[in-house]
Structure formats: C-alpha cells, structure tokens
T-cell receptor, first 114, second 116 residues
Framework: AQSVTQLGSHVSVSEGALVLLRCNYSSSVPPYLFWYVQYPNQGLQLLLKYTSAATLVKGINGFEAEFKKSETSFHLTKPSAHMSDAAEYFC????????????FGKGTKLTVNP | ETGVTQTPRHLVMGMTNKKSLKCEQHLGHNAMYWYKQSAKKPLELMFV???????ENNSVPSRFSPECPNSSHLFLHLHTLQPEDSALYLC???????????????FGPGTRLTVL
C-alpha cells in the first residue's frame, strides 16, 4: 500500500523567499504524485502532477516539483513566495493501473510574512 | 455550471435533524468521492462510487448515508449527527479512463457543516 509523509505541518517564509514543502512517498509500484492547494473555506485545487513523464513538473502559480525516485521524494518549490501563496498544501499519491484512491498526506500550512 | 459543485455551502443542524448534502459534477467523470475534513485531522476518505456503485466505505457510521443515482450526482444523507461530525465535507470526482488512470481528483468547494 502506498503512503505519503509531509514533513512539517507548518512552514513560515518571508515574502520573496524560497518556498520548499517536503513530501516523501512510499509505494511498491511506480507512483503518480500530486500536489493540491487549499485556500481557507475552499476545496482542494490541483497545483501539479507527476505521471511518469518529465521528472521536473511545472504547475500553476509558479510552483514546481521534482520527482526523485532514489529519494522517494516529490518536494514542492517556488522561487519567490507571494502573500497569496498562504494556504494549506497537500501531497498525494496514487498508482498505475486503475486504483480509485488517492492517498493524501496530512498537509502543510504555509504562512507568508510581509 | 462547470467543475464540481456542492450545495449547500454552509449548514447548521441539530442532532435530531435530517438533512442532505448534494454534489454535482459537470466533467463527465465516472467516480465520485466524499471526504471529511476536520480541524487538526487529516483528510478522511468516507465513500467511493465507481459508475454509481459504491466501492468503498471507510467504516463510516450509519448516520451518514450516501446515494449516487447517476455518475453526475452524489448525495450524503445525514441523520442524528453528533457535534463531532462538524467538519468540512468535500466531494470530488475523477475520470478513471482505463489504463491511463492517474486518478486525478477534482474537488468541489465543500459544505461547512455545524452540528449543534
């Protein structure tokens, strides 16, 4: 069975600083990996996804993530944080072959300080 | 309307009330999901429907009763809830297109439920 670990339930950065949100996965078969963002009182919105093509994936709002098989990681980065990036971020994993389920991490709340 | 919609967006109910949450997806997807999101707890998958058939029930109490009349609509019927059931209830859908099934899920905005 697959699982996801997000290191750090809260991350705080200054506006303009690098954003790094960590995600490690466990899967016995090649995974599909996702990052979702949730703004207050809203549903989850897909930021980006890895589906076994390019290992460096670019998403919306300037975010990107790199799939590193050797490290079983899929960390989310953005070079320069903006106040509007303040939200909760969820990493998720599914597997090839028709699994209906996404397995979500516990989420990381990002605070951006002026 | 596009994407996944949920109604109502906010609901306050007493423990003896009966109410229903509605989810509708306009994406032509085959699978639909109910999630519960409580403060300080991870996202909890409650139910999964695939082509209108329930394929997963994650030990959800019987006071929550799902209904999926077709691939576009999903309901969650609520009765005799407890205060600890207060949470954001999220609906999602996904395409499940055969082998290339990434299971990317598209979420609705959620219903904020408060049980008094």
């Amino acid at each position: 069975a697959q699982s996801v670990t997000q290191l750090g339930s809260h991350v705080s950065v200054s506006e303009g600083a690098l954003v790094l949100l960590r995600c490690n996965y466990s899967s016995s078969v090649p995974p599909y990996l996702f990052w979702y963002v949730q703004y207050p009182n809203q549903g989850l919105q897909l930021l980006l996804k890895y589906t076994s093509a390019a290992t460096l994936v670019k998403g919306i709002n300037g975010f990107e993530a790199e799939f590193k098989k050797s490290e079983t990681s899929f960390h989310l980065t953005k070079p320069s944080a903006h106040m509007s990036d303040a939200a909760e971020y969820f990493c998720a994993v599914s597997t090839q072959g028709g699994s209906e389920k996404l397995v979500f991490g516990k989420g990381t709340k990002l605070t951006v300080n002026p | 309307e596009t994407g996944v919609t949920q109604t109502p967006r906010h609901l306050v109910m007493g423990m003896t009330n009966k109410k229903s949450l509605k989810c509708e997806q306009h994406l032509g997807h085959n699978a639909m999901y109910w999630y519960k999101q409580s403060a300080k707890k991870p996202l909890e998958l409650m139910f999964v429907y695939n082509f209108k058939e329930q394929t997963e029930n994650n030990s959800v109490p019987s006071r929550f009763s799902p209904e999926c009349p077709n691939s576009s609509h999903l309901f969650l019927h609520l009765h005799t809830l407890q205060p600890e059931d207060s949470a954001l209830y999220l609906c999602a859908s996904s395409p499940l297109n055969g082998f290339e099934n990434y299971n990317e899920q598209f979420f609705g905005p959620g219903t904020r439920l408060t049980v008094l």
